[in-house]
């Protein structure tokens, strides 16, 4: 039984490293768009003088890529 029980404990272990990495890379897949996309956005508002156009097509353009990117990792997760 000892030994059964070590197994288990390091299964729980290994489970919770890969969920651990899963959410950090989540956090990039999530975060990563939204800040390049929206600070080019507002560089390019700043720069061509039209106030939330730019930022509001890097924002909605991050959400799209950001939404691809959980479907192909969840997919990738799943399978």
Do not use: C, H, R
């Amino acid at each position: 039984m000892g030994n059964k029980e070590q197994k288990s404990e390091a299964a729980k272990k290994t489970t919770f490293w890969m969920m651990l990495g899963f959410a950090w890379q989540l956090g990039y897949v999530i975060s990563l768009p939204i800040v390049i996309l929206g600070f080019g956005g507002a560089y390019a508002d700043k720069y061509f003088g039209t106030s939330p156009l730019f930022i509001l097509i890097g924002i909605v353009a991050a959400v799209s890529l950001t939404s691809v990117g959980l479907y192909y990792k969840i997919k990738k997760m799943i399978m």
